[in-house]
């Protein structure tokens, strides 16, 4: 398997505009992860899925951000509009029996 | 809520010689603990976790861990480091709901040098 893939692996954008990162989990697992990582806060998980509902978006960190999983092998987390706030790295994570396997990341910077 | 702390955020160690890599939690009941590695420009690869029993657990890469609840530790260990260990490394810990809302320490960054 590949692995989890992300893309882009690299995002500039302006401020306001709307950004979509990507994520394919590895196929077979039934949950996925959204992280954020800063060099202020760390590593926070955003939002997660369990066979493609939403269960956990406490972490989002507010209307601007938005998460979808229309099927078992892929999703998406938007920012509209985007903030140079937002500037981080985004992780995709899936897992099946409790080990997350992170994809690479989205580094975004938001000028 | 569960938290971790990871007091060093920067350990340098000479090539050969054992790292130790601290760990602490804080949670009230049996944790799930993780130790996860980020190489530069890469995701986080899970190193070994400890969900319960034996309380010395073994990894990949040569890496082990032990959980000591009364320390409320799970401290990261390898007898010899190798330059290719050099990366960030984070301690995680997961509640009662399990590993799904898995809380990361703020890292170490493990420097090798020669």
């Known amino acids: 398997d590949a692995g989890v893939i992300q893309s882009p692996r690299h995002e500039v954008t302006e401020m306001g505009q709307e950004v979509t990162l990507r994520c394919k989990p590895i196929?077979?697992?039934?949950?996925l992860f959204w992280y954020r990582q800063t060099m202020m806060r760390g590593l926070e998980l955003l939002i997660y899925?369990?066979?493609?509902?939403?269960?956990?978006d406490s972490g989002m960190p507010e209307d601007r951000f938005s998460a979808k999983m229309p099927n078992a092998s892929f999703s998406t987390l938007k920012i509209q509009p985007s903030e140079p706030r937002d500037s981080a790295v985004y992780f995709c994570?899936?897992?099946?029996?409790?080990?997350?396997?992170f994809g690479p990341g989205t580094r975004l910077t938001v000028t | 809520a569960q938290s971790v702390t990871q007091p060093d955020i920067h350990i340098t160690v000479s090539e050969g010689a054992s790292l130790e890599l601290r760990c602490n939690y804080s949670?009230?009941?049996?944790?799930?603990l993780f130790w996860y590695v980020q190489s530069p420009g890469q995701g986080l690869q899970l190193l070994l976790k400890?969900?319960?029993?034996?309380?010395l657990v073994q990894g990949i890469k040569g890496f082990e861990a032990e959980f000591k609840r009364s320390q409320s530790s799970f401290n990261l260990r390898k007898p010899s480091v190798h330059w290719s260990d050099a990366a960030e490394y984070f301690c995680?810990?997961?509640?009662?709901?399990?590993?799904?809302?898995?809380?990361f320490g703020t890292g170490t960054r493990l420097l090798v040098s020669p």
């Open positions: 994570a899936s897992s099946l029996t409790g080990d997350l396997y």
């Open positions: 196929s077979g697992h039934d949950y």
């Open positions: 899925f369990n066979n493609n509902v939403p269960i956990d």
């Open positions: 949670y009230g009941a049996t944790p799930y």
């Open positions: 400890y969900f319960s029993g034996d309380t």
């Open positions: 995680a810990v997961a509640g009662g709901t399990g590993f799904q809302k898995l809380v």
